[in-house]
Structures are given as C-alpha cells and as structure tokens.
C-alpha cells in the first residue's frame, strides 16, 4: 500500500499493551525429512564484543536442520572451531563425513553488526560462498536467518525462506472467555508479536505483497467487518462493514485492492473487488450458490475462490476481466476448498476431503495431478512459503489447534504447537522488500 492510500484511509494508530508473558510462544518438532540429508557443519562463529546476545551459527544450524534437508554436525563432535576458510583441514572434515562447512565472524560497532560467513565444499576444497550481511544489531537474528537462506540456495537451488514471517491467530480461554491474538513472527516462530488482541474472534490475516500490511476480519464490534494494518506502526482502518456477511479478504498483488466475501442485500456470499483508495465495490460473481475464499494469481489477472455452484465445494477460477465465465479447476473428490496459489503461479493449495478426512492437498495447475500431502483429519487453511517449495498449515492434535508445515514433495514436515492455548490460520509472508526488511530491522 501506498502512502497516498494510507491517507485515504485515515488510519488510526492504535496501542497494544499486551505483556510479553501472555503470548503463546510455538515450539518446533520436525516429524520428518529426506531419507539422506546433506552432512553439513555450522561451525561457531567469531563474536566480537556486543554480539553475545544471538549466537548466529546456532540459528543457522537449526534453521537448516527444521528444513530436513541437512544434517549438521553436533558442535560436541567438532574437533576444530576454525573461523576462516583457510583454516580449515579439509580432509579432518571429510573424515568426519561432512559435505560442507560454514565459518565465519560477527563484529558490532555503533549499533550495527556485520556477519561475514564463508561456505567450503569440503569435498573439493571449493569456496563455494563468501558473504558479508550488515543489520541493526537488534537484529542480528534476522542476518542469521539471510546467512541461512544464503547457505541453503547455493547448495540446494532454491532460495530459502528463512528470514521471512508467518501470522497467525492465538486463541486462550474458554468461551465467554476467550481471548483471540493476531501475531506476527519469524518463520521459526521466534521474535513472536502481538498485533491485535480482542475478547472476539479474529480470522481471515492475509499479507500484503510487500509484506508490510495484514487484513482480516474482526468481530470487535460483534459482527464481522475487515481491517487493514500496518505491521509496523500498528495503524488500521476497517474498510468494509456492510450488512451481513463481510470475509475472505485477500491482496491484488499491486496492493490497490481487496478481494473479499459479502452477503449483500440478498444474503446469498459473492465475490467483490474492493478498491481501497476509494471504497468502489465490484462485483465479480453472481450465482445462487456460495462463492467465497477468493484469491488473486501472482500476476492479478485472475482469481481463484470456492464455489458449490456444482452441488459441492470445489474450486474455480476466472480472469477478472471476464468474470461472467469462471471455470471450474479440480475435479479429483467431492471436496476442495480454501485455494492458495503459489508464488510461481504453478501449484495450487487447498483442503481436500480424502478418506473421510480433510487433509492438505496441492494440484499441478498444468497437468491436474494432485497429491496429498498432509496426514491429519483436520488439516486446513494452506498457505505457500514465498519460495513455492513449503506450506504452512492449521491441524488439530489431541483437540487442540497446531501448525504444521511440509514441503511441496511431502519429503520434509514439522509440527508447531503453542505452549499455551492453540494456534490457528496461519499464512506465510513475501520474501520482505527492502523497505519492509529495514522496518523489521
């Protein structure tokens, strides 16, 4: 969103005083990974003075170990600590059975740090990686999360996903008494932030594509009504609250418009494009049946939504500039819902009815081949890492709510859990731009 939208909005900077005690902080099991992980050693970095609150290399080797695609070395069973490449002995390491190793250093001076790190193949001695990544130094943790990414796309291709962000709703308490969170964190769960907290049910956050605002829907007023916030700064703006049903919202990709669920004057839940400059409405479904759970294509010229128009949810796709012809996507059971379309534009996401159970499930959007993916009988709400290569998704386990995540080839799963009251809806975050990396810095 733009500032001149801001302003169009009027937004109110709201104040949330919630201690740092009553927010449920998620713990990490993995569940599963690749049956022959890459042998990877993070070795201690460096630390000069005033670097000791974060100690890099242990969150970059946790954040490669959760991935399940490597296999780093216990620091116990290193027989040498080297801090440049080299030092290091590269048959010693090989003896150990490594593939690689990381090494670096960490140096702070008026508030800024500077993490160096440096990648060896150890295998053929090659430098495969030689980087230097500047940060506030309150937030050396998030260089550590880019050290990560750095690491694991020069070994494996893909750009990680490790310095990015998930929201998510917490809910506490027993009814009449629940309280519900709308929280912010680092991919890991780490550096957890409340963003809003109401006595009534908060749905629906969807990010924005410079990952610097969230909507969703908010019962504060004792009927549904949609927001957007300003991680940042905390400013928000209801933009639709009309009689009935207001839901769904989901972000254009330019940041203009909302894609949202309204009843209308009729009851019956259609598609509208809400322009958020000037509270234009378009409608872009009309059917007796229920159209809801829009969202855009990464390139906005299409959306995707839930429809039971065929007797069954199912999902369908139209291009907004002809709406009248929606067509339907999946055809694999009697049950798709909750569409999420990869950042690639290749794959789609969504809850599937298999075996009695509702389960995550992805569609190659080019030949139609659906896999499943996740293993519970309550697995909802999909949402793609910004890389395409995981999801996030909420299950159930003993009754109460979870997260859980697995990537697109179901090889690697992990499972999220809050240590208190349960977690819901979650929705991964955009690779950060520059101007949302340096508000998080």
Not at 217 to 237: C, P
């Amino acid at each position: 969103m733009t500032r001149h939208l801001a302003r169009q909005l009027g937004l109110a900077l709201i104040a949330l005083a919630v201690s740092a005690t009553s927010l449920a902080q998620l713990k990490i099991e993995i569940t599963s990974g690749v049956t022959d992980p890459i042998p990877i050693a993070i070795v201690p970095f460096a630390r000069g003075a005033g670097t000791d609150a974060v100690d890099v290399a242990a969150v970059v080797q946790a954040d490669l170990e959760r991935s399940g695609r490597f296999k780093p070395m216990a620091r116990g069973d290193m027989l040498t600590q080297p801090i440049r490449s080299e030092d290091i002995d590269l048959a010693a390491w090989r003896q150990q059975r490594n593939d690689f190793v990381a090494v670096g250093r960490v140096t702070a001076a008026g508030g800024q740090s500077l993490v160096e790190v440096e990648l060896v193949n150890v295998l053929n001695g090659q430098r495969l990686m030689t980087e230097r990544f500047a940060t506030p130094s309150r937030n050396l943790r998030g260089a550590a999360h880019r050290v990560s990414d750095a690491i694991y796309q020069k070994i494996l291709g893909v750009r990680g996903a490790f310095a990015t962000r998930i929201a998510y709703v917490s809910v506490d308490g027993r009814p009449p008494n629940q309280r519900y969170q709308l929280i912010v964190a680092d991919s890991d769960g780490e550096n957890a932030r409340v963003i809003l907290e109401s006595k009534q049910p908060l749905m629906s956050p969807a990010w924005s594509a410079d990952g610097d605002w969230l909507a969703y829907v908010s019962f504060e007023r004792r009927v549904s009504a949609i927001y957007v916030q300003q991680v940042r700064t905390g400013q928000r703006s209801m933009v639709s609250s009309r009689a009935g049903v207001n839901g769904a919202p989901s972000w254009s990709p330019d940041g203009k418009t909302l894609a949202v669920t309204l009843s209308g004057k009729s009851g019956n839940l259609d598609i509208y494009l809400l322009d958020l400059a000037n509270q234009s409405l378009r409608r872009v479904t009309s059917d007796p049946g229920i159209d809801t759970e829009a969202v855009f294509s990464p390139d906005g010229r299409e959306l995707y939504f839930t429809s039971d128009r065929s007797g069954n949810p199912q999902i369908y796709r139209l291009a907004i500039g002809d709406p009248d012809r929606p067509k339907r996507v999946t055809f694999s059971g009697g049950y798709n819902s909750r569409a999420r379309i990869s950042p690639d534009g290749k794959q789609l996401a969504m809850t599937t009815l298999d075996a009695g159970a509702y389960r995550v499930a992805i569609q190659d959007l080019a030949n139609g081949t659906v896999s499943i993916l996740s293993r519970g009988r309550l697995d909802e709400s999909p949402s793609f890492a910004p890389n395409s290569a995981i999801l996030i998704y909420a299950g159930r386990e003993r009754g109460q709510g979870i997260l859980a995540s697995v990537s697109v080839d179901g090889a690697t799963s992990q499972r999220l859990k809050a240590d208190a009251g349960e977690v819901r809806e979650p929705v991964w975050g955009p690779f950060l731009t520059n101007g949302a990396a340096a508000a998080q810095d």
